[in-house]
Nanobody
Framework: EVQLQASGGGLVQAGGSLTLSCAAS????????IIWFRQAPGKEREGISC????????YYADSVKGRFTISSDNAKKTVHLRMPSLKPDDTAVYYC????????????????WGRGTLVTVSS
């Protein structure tokens, strides 16, 4: 059974930090890119960061580039998203997902979705 278990969300003040984790199981980890999406209330789901565990290549949306850092622990089949300097606009449900064709950051290319974890940033 494919599972993508996201964790690490919570309530934090603006300027604070959180690290999200995505634990994968049930598929060949190196064959997929792992993507973080987020969906804020009333907005479309947005792909914000991606990593290819096979070669370590990373991608970021402009909205988080230079601020968030994605990393992969291949031995544990876990991807982390470090989010420092959080802003109220970062408030959203964050989802991790797996995509076989690579890091496109497009929801329509996702093969597997995990359940979300809520991040709330207060001002």
């Amino acid at each position: 059974e494919v599972q993508l278990q996201a964790s690490g969300g919570g309530l934090v003040q603006a300027g604070g930090s959180l690290t999200l984790s995505c634990a994968a199981s049930g598929f060949t980890f190196d064959d997929y890119a792992i993507i973080w999406f987020r969906q804020a209330p009333g907005k479309e789901r947005e792909g914000i960061s991606c990593i290819s565990p096979s070669d370590g290549s990373t991608y970021y949306a402009d909205s988080v580039k230079g601020r968030f850092t994605i990393s992969s622990d291949n031995a544990k089949k876990t991807v982390h998203l470090r989010m420092p300097s959080l802003k109220p606009d970062d408030t959203a449900v964050y989802y991790c997902a797996a995509e076989v064709i690579g890091c496109t950051l497009q929801a329509y290319n996702v093969n597997y979705w995990g359940r979300g974890t809520l991040v709330t940033v207060s001002s």
